[in-house]
């Protein structure tokens, strides 16, 4: 029987992008064609007023009623960039897990168009809506029953220090259950994938028991990969930012250039480049993120499953 361990899970996708990095590489390639499919809504639907948005924003005053007027012509392409994330980012889900859930390499890194990226999307939408839906019953009831506690401590003359207490201690429970609960439900969309339904009541079932061991191992990839994140990072602009100074000459290029690329179009091919290296990265990042889910259903499905004795 599979056995968990928080400290191998953390790093179990690690592992997998060094033994399968051509996976990553259609990863990448995949992200880089949703990305001109992104662009290319943006230069079809409201390539101008995005233009003219940058410009504003790079200038020291803008005027509130022309950006109001920008973002209302921006609005529709906000809406395409919605549908196409909805459907590219479970099917780069479902192809990660593949890969881990595969003993052997899978073609094209095992990306896939069918109805198991239906049905992931189908456990994204209904995921988010039932997170929501928990977030949102919890901090009522935290702000009720903290506002409760909080009144009767002022009608018993307690210390206005202490009255003040309830309500963040109440927000706080509050908080600490809808992380209890995103942490229960984690291994959705592995179980979606493996098992062909919506996974939440099996992910609800499989992490019964597991909630320390499943959060010690996300905190580690989480810590680990915001590290190498920020690491790569700070060497893609360290080298941008020595090829602008020395291209243009002006080191504010460099700043103006990252928060306003399309006001600079000058500037675009050292982005590009920097774009499709940010790209693998983040794929390779994202095998990461995922690798303890897989481990932890891998593990835990293996321990409910077993026959009995």
Known sequence: MAKFSASEAAFSGFGLVRRRPGAVTAW?????????????????LAWQPLVQMQVMQSQAQPDPAAAMRLMTAILPVEAVIFVLMLLAYPTLFNAVLRSFLSPTPLRL?????????????????????????????????????????AFSL??????????????????????????????????TFVATLAEKRIGIGRSWRLTRGHFWSLFGAYLLTAIFALLIYLLIYAVIS???????????GNPMDFFKAIMFPL????????????????????????????????????AFSAEVDAPAP
């Open 28 to 44: 990448a390639g995949f992200m880089l064609l949703f990305s001109l499919l992104l662009w290319g809504a943006i230069a079809g």
């Open 238 to 248: 360290m080298v941008m930012a020595v090829a602008l100074v020395a291209t243009h």
């Open 109 to 149: 890194g095992g990306l896939k168009v069918g109805t198991d990226e239906l049905r992931q999307i189908g456990a994204v939408v209904l995921l988010v809506l039932t997170i929501f839906a928990i977030e949102i019953g919890a901090v009522l009831v935290a702000v009720i029953v903290g506002a409760l506690i």
């Open 154 to 187: 002022h009608l018993a003359h307690v210390p206005s220090a202490f009255v003040r207490l309830p309500p963040f201690v109440a927000v706080v429970v509050a908080f600490c259950f809808v992380l209890y609960v995103e942490v229960r439900l984690s291994l």
């Open 263 to 298: 006001a600079h179009p000058a500037l675009l091919p050292e982005f590009f480049i920097a774009h499709l290296v940010m790209l693998w990265a983040f794929s390779a990042l994202l095998a990461v993120v995922l690798g303890p889910q897989a481990a932890a259903y891998q």
